[in-house]
């Protein structure tokens, strides 16, 4: 049975590279394959005379292709012989990387922003990846080289976000982590007895994980303040993405204060009503080990031949 991936979305931007490392030593982690995607668009507000669509296609596709080869460098040096995989996408660039994920273990991207208070902000793919995606989707900001530690989980309903309890747990474990649960009581709310049902929910899965040190930090304050402040130091910062009132996944006010104003990567994880595998099947295969090798070119998408490295 295939393993499934880790995949990262790159278009050749700082942040998006930044994004492809974090994802490949993920991968390494998970003992995961690495699938490296592109999808080639248009500046927003350009439009393209009918006469020119070939040649401005090619040259997006050409630019897509190096964004793809930089990217595989920069995976293979900081995750030496990573089994990497990598795909040119056609169609819609946000629907096109947001149906990458897929059957993923996680889809990562970087978060887009020409700097000043644009920098802040979330860039519109990974926005709509964030919104729509099946699988757990992490938004990568800011260096991530430095290791606290420390894994942060956002918890809106001790007794219903067991797939996001699942992941931060398994990514925990993995890291070899302190979990630190977040919950905001609310106005009106007993800290003590928000505390206490808190606990009940963390003893069951620490049951499931021994070996992971929990604290728990039950607050008045704002959610999205909270773990933003958490996500200065945290490793990750993992919360929630719930069903909303209408036909289509949304993010809600605290996920999108969070994505906009965190300094480290943030885990967005789907609802197990949007994501019904997610606490069924295991987050981190529990297959044996396999060797992975490289690919070294992106070839047969980009005219080189596909090529592995010994």
């Not at 890291?175 to 206490?196: F, K, N, P």
């Not at 993010?251 to 197990?272: C, E, K, M, S, Y």
């Amino acid at each position: 049975m295939a393993m499934m991936p880790v995949v990262a979305a790159v278009d050749g931007s700082e942040e998006s590279l930044r994004a492809v490392e974090w994802a490949a030593l993920e991968a390494r982690r998970h003992r995961a394959p690495l699938r490296i995607v592109s999808a080639p668009a248009l500046p927003p507000r350009m439009s393209v005379h009918p006469h020119d669509l070939a040649t401005i296609t090619a040259t997006l596709q050409a630019e897509s292709c190096r964004a793809l080869n930089e990217a595989i460098t920069r995976s293979r040096e900081i995750a030496p012989g990573q089994l990497i995989d990598v795909d040119l996408l056609t169609g819609p660039q946000e629907v096109a990387v947001t149906q990458s994920g897929d059957g993923a273990l996680m889809l990562v991207t970087g978060a887009r922003g020409a700097g000043g208070f644009a920098a802040m902000l979330l860039g519109s793919v990974s926005r709509y990846a964030a919104m729509q995606a099946r699988c757990p989707v992490v938004v990568v900001r800011e260096e991530t080289s430095a290791v606290h530690r420390e894994v942060v989980v956002g918890i809106r309903d001790p007794h219903g976000d067991d797939g996001t309890l699942a992941f931060a747990f398994d990514e925990a474990a993995l890291r070899g982590a302190t979990l630190i649960a977040v919950h905001s009581a609310g106005a009106g709310h007993i800290l003590v007895q928000a505390d206490l049902d808190l606990a009940e929910v963390l003893a069951t899965w620490h049951d499931k994980y021994p070996a992971v040190p929990v604290w728990r930090d039950v607050v008045h304050d704002h959610p999205a303040h909270v773990l933003a402040i958490y996500s200065v130091r945290a490793d990750l910062v993992v919360i929630g993405r719930h069903a909303g009132p209408g036909p289509r996944p949304a993010i809600g006010g605290i996920q999108h204060a969070l994505l906009n104003h965190a300094r480290g990567p943030v885990a967005i994880v789907p609802d197990t009503e949007l994501c019904p595998g997610l606490v069924c099947t295991p987050v981190r295969s529990r297959a044996r080990p396999i060797s992975y090798r490289c690919i070294a070119s992106v070839g047969g998408i980009c005219g080189a031949g596909r090529q592995r490295s010994p």
